[in-house]
């Protein structure tokens, strides 16, 4: 099971209802973090995540709003006696920006255990910029892919482990094996003259969740969608207002539409939006024309995707 938690719905500046850019995912132990709008450690405590458990953070591109929650998250996990590794991942630029906010606040960070804590981090911390890269966790990896924006700026896409196949324990048994062995079967030694390609299926790809920031609508974007569980793309704008999303490198609600179809994926879940949208049920409604299997996201919704069934 994945849980996707949208801590951060908003776009440019906060509202009353919605936080700036946010997205936790959390697969057995490890939460992950898409972009870190400001106030995201207050959003954690207030959700069912814990901020303590976060192993690394994925920044899609240098704007204040995606970036500006991390020197206070990061002093938050500090002060709350963190230690182990945290891991923070971005474009070009990243490490130098994490080092300006940081220094900012009379802060600096290292990759090993501080020698003085009242200079820097109480914590070892990580900056790693991605291009085209791929980040491996216990049962998933983080790729990244180019999206196209105003600034420099890359896409997250999370790809849990492949599953195993389905054990048929009534062939098993019809070719003898012994409930007693099923476990040397499972685990992929052979009894006897039965091997497990006899019992056991292929093996079954993971849940693909895909994670777009901000951006035009890109072949690229499309391409690293595809078969996605779920596809969390910016909607800044309704259709109405297309020329103001190409001014300004974004998309449209209908974008992130046909982005999902073309795609093929399963859900899309539309973030990042503007608040001229005091309701925003015009941006579902342009989507789930295209898209049926639409759904806007408020601050603090839940998504659980189970790991997929064999068919």
Known sequence: MTDVLFLGTGAGIPSRTRS?????????????????GEGVQRQMMISPFSFMKVSAIFITH?????????????????????????TVCGPEGM??????????????????????????LEFPLKVI????????????????????????SIGFVFQEDELPGKFN???????????KDFSLIRKGNPVGNVTPEMIIGPPRPGC?????GDTAPSPAVTEASEDADLLIHESTYSESESELARNYKHSTS???????????????????????????????TEASAIFPNTVVPSDMTLISISSKKVR
């Open 20 to 36: 700036l850019p946010c997205v936790a995912v959390r697969h057995g132990s490890e939460i992950i973090l898409f972009d870190c």
């Open 62 to 86: 240098l704007h204040g709003d995606h970036i500006l929650g991390l020197p206070g998250l990061l002093q938050t996990m500090g002060m709350s006696g963190r230690k182990n590794l945290l």
């Open 95 to 120: 490490a130098e920006s994490v080092k300006a906010m940081l220094a900012a606040c009379e802060r600096t960070y290292v990759e090993k255990m501080p020698t003085d804590p009242l200079g820097e």
């Open 129 to 152: 910029e991605m291009h085209d890269s791929e980040i491996k966790f216990q049962g998933f990896s983080v790729f990244s892919f180019p999206t196209d924006h105003s600034v420099r």
């Open 169 to 179: 324990a009534a062939k098993a048994k019809e070719l003898g094996i012994r409930t």
């Open 208 to 212: 693909r969740i895909v994670y777009t």
């Open 254 to 284: 209908a974008d992130a539409a046909r982005c999902a179809a073309d795609a093929g994926a399963k859900m899309l879940a539309l973030v990042h939006i503007s608040n001229r949208y005091e309701d925003p049920e015009v941006l579902r």
